[in-house]
């Protein structure tokens, strides 16, 4: 019985910005055709792996994983990769072992100190419980809902005004998500395209393994641009307080540091993941317009859109996470000490969980999947992200647009790999 | 030790020797206890970790908290007056012996 297991909290939005360029500019080695075995009971060591590949398309990588080497080292990521649901969800079940713990140096100084996601056990509890109070469903149907209803109408009237051929990431996606953000956070007089310009330099330093001074001095700058507004948010929410996250943080007596911390985590988590979802579905709806007829039907089904995008395209798709001690996953040793990487994405595409993985199909109740993490680490901001998006965004958007497509003369173009989703998408109405 | 009995939709039952201390859903999860996620991991974020107390258990728990209620709310299976979430229950604390239903969708 696992009676001590630590009680870790942490959104797999926000603790693997680590990975991200680490993983992403990791050198990429020579492709050998077949995964070496080490050994029986060893991991295979999967070196035909290539980034350029899983930024092209990764599936195709994932699924052969999946088939040949579930748990293998891959030397062009430098960490042990699980890529089976099964092993995935073993391992966001047992923190104890799988500890979220990793590169931490780089995220406090990307952020100027250390977010709750560094820190483990009772106080890291107590300070998730904090952020949980206003990103349970009551709150979010009674305080939040009007202004992502808001924001969304904002972003539609910004969408029509573009006309035809507009770029749904940069006139929607982006700054939409980014506002609700704001608001959520408590942050006022702040513009979308700043807040969406600060969560990628501060991506970009926690994952500044190569100390890439230019990255530096972007966060740095970043950082001293929140923070004035984060003094403006301090005192008016000193005298005011009100159901913001930054609000609540400051009540909670959690030191001004700490909480300037957190913010920076906030945004460098919760900006482009709701942003990829809401491209994501129109391109999957786009390409299969008998869903799209079947949503429209009953907008309530959009939810369940949502959920079938985030669990095929999932904009996460890699966590990463060490372990303290030696352990096995679907059969394999993995020692103590290991890094991994959680390969969400693969997971929510496994056949011996899923049935069809491949196939775009919301009309399945419960497929379930791991997009938003699971166990202590669950997302979050899980709740926000349904309503703004699955219940309020995407729904809008074909209430406004009902013959809302992509625009087959200029397709979209993808970006990233662990952290994946639509850089541009034009689209047609 | 504390024993917990989880009868599931489907007519089986499992039952488990529990350490002091540790919430019915951990123990459910950890020990492959189908029908019961956990998928918040006991923060009453998630509301996937229902279970329905039999009506002989439900005295020595302790009143439902805010949180644990407004979850409940959300269950995949409607809520019923034996409804709990099995991450808000710990074995030893707040129960000494329990028999639970599990529902038909977390
Ligand atoms: S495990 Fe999520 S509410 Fe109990």
Redesign the pocket.
Known sequence: MDATAAVRTGCPFTDKRSAVERAENAPTEMCSPVSETIGAGEMPVANWINVAELREDPYPTYARLRNESPVAWVPAIKKVLIASFAGCLFAEQHPEIFSNNVSGAHMTRAFGGQPMIRQDGADHSAERNVINQTLRPKKIKEVWEARFIANTQTYLDALEDGGPGADLNDVFAAPLAAKNLIDLLGLSCVAPADVARWSADFMAGAGNVLDDQDIWLRCQRSREELGSALDEAFARLRKNPDDSIISLLIHSGMPEESVRANVTLTISGGVSEPQHIMTSSVSLLTQHPEFLSWAQEEPTRFEQVFQETLRLQSPIAMITRETTTDTEVDGFRIPGGSQIGLLLASANRDVLAIENPDEFDPTHEARRHLGFGSGDHLCAGKWAAEAAVGRIAVPALYERFPTLRTDPAHPGTWNGWVFRGFSSLPVVW | MISATFNHPEGTTDTLQIDPGVSL?KAAVLNGIGNII????????????HVLVQPEYRDQLPPLGEDEDE?LDCAATERTEGSR???QLKAGEHFSAIEVDLPEAQ
């Open positions: 859903m956990g998928e918040c991991g006991g923060q009453a974020m998630c509301a996937t970790c979850m979430l099995g991450c």
